[in-house]
């Protein structure tokens, strides 16, 4: 009776609506590190996402050997004619250890960043939230939504942009098959030709008989290289683009759609007080502007 009684009269409104958001914090905390620090992982979507990009290492790998092939087939041709092609062949492998670098990376954080993101990240904005609340600081609300948006950017980005990079640039992706392809049976054809023991013929003849009709002399075989380069520049192009851009320009379009939603403030507390202070010195000024027009 009395307890209830010192209810009513010392807990308001806001001490309830205070409660409340500490609770869901609380239970958002455990409903992270309980379930979904185990659930998410485990995921079919989490799992297609990994294979996509040991399909995308994959991929890499053989493109860089397939360059290297060229490159190395090139260098039999007679006179040179193909020496500019093959350093330029050679020399798109540094691109290829980045771009391999660059998907280990994104491995690296579907496999380990979203254990640590529910176990750690997310419990910590939750506990930032909680003092953003008790104590009414615009600094803990700030710092917490930052956290959190980092946790899930962790989650969602990485498997989002290659399942978004599947379904949209699926025919880019075919095309740099292709060109794998191509550039394999190039060099495969050369190093035949170069490797027979046929006398009576010059290499340029060889060459002309293995590739049929697609080349008529040097210059025509010459040309026949540079597409290849084209492609595998292209190709090159497309794979930089669908696994490092990509991913950027969804982490970047999650962090709008965020701030959008939630009209979060993902300014720094210095920049908030600047702003602060400029709005001060702004009415300041009116006021003595108006002060002044008062004694005209």
């Not at 485990?42 to 053989?62: I, R």
């Not at 350093?87 to 540094?94: E, R």
């Not at 939230?129 to 803990?140: E, Q, T």
């Not at 379009?253 to 939603?261: G, H, I, S, T």
Request: some cysteine; aromatic content about 10%.
């Amino acid at each position: 009776m009395y307890f209830r009684k010192w209810l009513r009269e010392n807990v308001t409104d806001v001490h309830r609506e205070k409660a409340a958001k500490i609770l869901l914090a609380i239970l958002i905390a455990v409903f992270s590190v309980l379930i979904l620090a185990s659930e998410v992982p485990e995921s079919n979507y989490v799992q297609e996402t990994l294979e996509s990009l040991e399909e995308s290492k994959t991929t890499v790998m053989e493109f860089s050997g397939a360059t290297i092939a060229v490159s190395v087939a090139i260098t039999v041709l007679p006179d040179d004619i193909g020496s500019p092609i093959a350093g330029t062949l050679a020399d798109m492998n540094k691109y290829f250890v980045f771009i391999f670098a660059v998907l280990h990376l994104e491995r690296l954080v579907v496999v380990e960043g979203m254990k640590f993101s529910f176990v750690y990240i997310i419990p910590i904005a939750c506990v930032l939230y909680i003092f953003a609340v008790v104590w009414g600081k615009a600094f803990f609300r700030n710092l917490a939504a930052k956290l959190m948006i980092l946790g899930l950017a962790v989650v969602c980005v990485i498997p989002i942009s290659t399942h978004f990079t599947e379904k949209v640039c699926e025919d880019y992706l075919v095309y740099v098959d292709e060109t794998i392809a191509e550039a394999n049976a190039g060099a495969e054809k050369v190093n035949e030709v170069t490797a027979s023991g046929d006398e009576g013929t010059t290499v340029l003849d060889k060459l002309t008989d293995a590739f049929e009709t697609v080349v008529q002399g040097a210059s025509d075989l010459l040309a026949y290289f540079e597409n290849v380069l084209k492609k595998c520049v292209n190709s090159l192009a497309i794979m930089i683009v669908t696994t490092c851009v990509l991913p950027i320009f969804v982490l970047l379009f999650f962090r709008w759609l965020l701030k959008e939603l939630f009209s979060l403030n993902l300014s720094g507390p210095r920049m908030d007080f600047v702003l602060q202070e400029r709005k001060s010195g702004r009415k300041a000024i009116e006021r003595d502007w108006e002060k002044a027009e008062g004694e005209r």
